[in-house]
């Protein structure tokens, strides 16, 4: 395989959002230094890893988020060879990687990387099953609660992220942020992932007799979506609007060729509602492996002396 750094370009396997090249995008426009390093073979994609690169002092960091990607039919050799090249192609320095699973954990373990914190549960919903088996998993209470919504007599709009007309959208998530002492990505990644990758931040609302309940902002990147931003107001709550908006949005997603949308955490000790609200919409709880460090190479002072046979 030939290891080179390329443009943001579409990964060889299914990808979350960090690993994708509308994410790149953004956080260039933000001033961010983002680098994809893509291995290929007979000219076709084979890993790709998408990184971000920081100054901290006299160091660097090199932070990998859920990578590398690789095709899907690539043999343990052949990923070995481009975990070791990786930190010759980008050296010196810290790497930091958030290994996608337990397994991709113990690999980057064989070179170098230590677990530093546990990784989070994340809900995940299969868009690839036929509405009525994603009509089936969805657990009883969600299902009552989307029925009610259905008969509620909601408005429901789709429309792509507009950054003025969606002001607003923005406002109500920092204040939830602070209300419910969460953190995420700023708004200013909002408004430069939806500047860069026109279409790929899609809203959807719900109105109830003139009055807005809810809406929630999904971001689509290649054939993965990402669950953004999410807000509804007590009328929302009463009348279930959040969850027929989520069950729509996923049946437009999955229309649209969409194979997975990313919910986000699913953390049942401090959000356990929230976790219940994802997981019961059928989505599965997968566990990411910890985040981890790989310190710098460095070279001994004073080499090692082998002392030959005569």
Not at 30 to 35: F, P
Not at 139 to 151: E, V
Not at 188 to 204: D, I, M, S
Not at 251 to 270: Q, S, V
Request: net charge positive; glycine share 8%.
């Amino acid at each position: 395989m030939d290891l080179y750094l390329s443009d943001p370009s579409p990964p060889p396997g299914m990808a979350p959002l960090h690993q994708q090249p509308h994410y790149a995008r953004a956080l260039t426009a933000m001033g961010v230094v983002v680098q994809t390093l893509r291995a290929t073979q007979d000219g076709q994609p084979r890993a790709q890893a998408q990184v971000v690169r920081r100054r901290l002092g006299p160091l660097t960091l090199t932070w990998m988020p859920r990578g590398p990607i690789w095709a899907p039919d690539l043999p343990a050799a052949d990923r070995d060879a481009f975990l070791s090249a990786l930190r010759h192609a980008l050296p010196g320095g810290l790497w930091l990687a958030n290994a996608s699973s337990a397994a991709e954990a113990s690999h980057l373990a064989c070179h170098g990387y230590r677990a530093l914190i546990p990784g989070q549960t994340l809900a995940e919903l299969d868009l690839r099953l036929p509405m009525p088996m994603r009509l089936a998993a969805l657990h009883g209470k969600w299902r009552n609660r989307l029925r009610h919504a259905q008969g509620a007599g909601l408005t429901l709009h789709e429309t792509a992220f507009d950054s003025t007309r969606h002001h607003s959208l923005l406002t109500q998530e920092a204040a939830q942020q602070r209300a419910r002492r969460y953190r995420a990505l700023p708004p200013a990644f909002t408004l430069a992932y939806a500047a860069q990758n026109p279409g790929a931040a899609q809203v959807w609302s719900a109105e109830h007799k003139g009055q807005h309940l809810a809406h929630l902002l999904i971001l689509t990147h290649g054939d993965t979506a990402t669950y953004h931003i999410g807000w509804t107001g007590p009328e929302g709550r009463r009348l279930s609007a959040h969850t027929l908006l989520l069950w729509q949005a996923a049946n437009t997603l999955a229309e649209g060729g969409i194979a997975r949308l990313d919910l986000g955490p699913a953390d049942t000790t401090l959000s356990p509602g929230l976790a219940r609200f994802k997981l019961g919409s059928g989505a599965l709880a997968q566990r990411l492996g910890p985040s981890m460090l790989a310190l710098p190479r460095v070279t001994p002072l004073f080499p090692k002396r082998h002392n030959h046979a005569a």
